[in-house]
């Protein structure tokens, strides 16, 4: 089950994310990520946060339209994105796509990023998406569909990532060790329509850029 969880940083409407929101399973709005769901059009499946970010007429419509509300104090040791997730998890999800996660506060955005680890922990394949990008965390193995000439981005959140294998790509690595604080892995280009990332030891954020 595929949940498509909206929150309230930059999301442009992509043709991708147009797909991924057509398609999605479930659709949560994540406090004020319920106001781009608003502007497309859409009424999520349910609706998540301290709602400090909504417009109050619009948690009103979701209160008429019965959309299921899940409400928090302002005071709470979780992030909104992060208590949606929780959701996801116990909603038995298979694949979680987070958009409006990139943008605005950078603390918040790369908060976003490492919650990729939670989601690791729960065996949920999930990704961070925009207009742009899409960034995943990688552990053992990644494939990865693209467009020759898309860039694919590395950086490693362990002290070290070790046995890193790339195929698909301008600058193959063989059996490579990246450290963290370093950026070797940066700005590799698509050579097919398929990349592949391994890795035995260590974790890698996977960045990939979009040329369309």
């Given at each position: 089950?595929?949940?498509?969880?909206?929150?309230?940083?930059?999301?442009?409407?992509?043709?991708?994310?147009?797909?991924?929101?057509?398609?999605?399973?479930?659709?949560?709005?994540?406090?004020?990520?319920?106001?781009?769901?608003?502007?497309?059009?859409?009424?999520?499946?349910l609706?998540?946060?301290?709602m400090?970010?909504?417009p109050?007429?619009?948690?009103?419509?979701?209160?008429?339209?019965?959309?299921?509300?899940?409400?928090?104090?302002?005071?709470?040791?979780?992030?909104?994105?992060?208590?949606?997730?929780?959701?996801?998890?116990?909603?038995?999800?298979?694949?979680?796509?987070?958009?409006?996660?990139?943008?605005?506060?950078?603390?918040?955005?790369?908060?976003?990023?490492?919650?990729?680890?939670?989601?690791?922990?729960?065996?949920?394949p999930?990704?961070?998406?925009?207009?742009?990008?899409?960034?995943?965390?990688?552990d053992?193995?990644?494939?990865?569909?693209?467009?020759?000439?898309?860039?694919?981005?590395l950086?490693?959140?362990?002290?070290?990532?070790?046995?890193?294998?790339?195929?698909?790509?301008?600058?193959?690595?063989q059996?490579?060790?990246?450290?963290?604080?370093?950026?070797?892995?940066?700005?590799?280009?698509?050579?097919?329509?398929?990349?592949?990332?391994?890795?035995?030891?260590?974790?890698?954020?996977?960045?990939?850029?979009?040329?369309?």
């Open positions: 089950m595929h949940w498509v969880l909206l929150a309230n940083g930059h999301c442009q409407l992509a043709p991708r994310i147009q797909n991924l929101l057509s398609t999605a399973d479930r659709l949560v709005a994540v406090d004020g990520g319920g106001s781009h769901l608003l502007a497309m059009g859409l009424t999520p499946h609706a998540v946060g301290d400090d970010s909504i109050s007429e619009l948690l009103e419509l979701y209160r008429r339209q019965g959309v299921p509300l899940h409400l928090h104090p302002p005071q709470k040791d979780a992030t909104d994105l992060e208590l949606a997730l929780h959701l996801a998890f116990a909603g038995q999800a298979t694949r979680i796509t987070l958009l409006g996660a990139t943008g605005g506060r950078l603390d918040h955005t790369l908060g976003n990023l490492f919650l990729l680890s939670l989601c690791q922990a729960h065996s949920v999930t990704c961070i998406m925009d207009a742009a990008q899409s960034v995943y965390l990688a053992s193995f990644l494939e990865l569909q693209g467009t020759v000439g898309d860039t694919l981005s950086m490693p959140v362990t002290p070290q990532a070790a046995g890193v294998t790339l195929s698909g790509l301008e600058y193959p690595l059996n490579a060790t990246l450290h963290f604080g370093t950026t070797w892995g940066m700005s590799n280009v698509f050579t097919s329509s398929t990349a592949t990332v391994r890795l035995e030891t260590g974790r890698l954020l996977v960045f990939h850029l979009h040329r369309d």
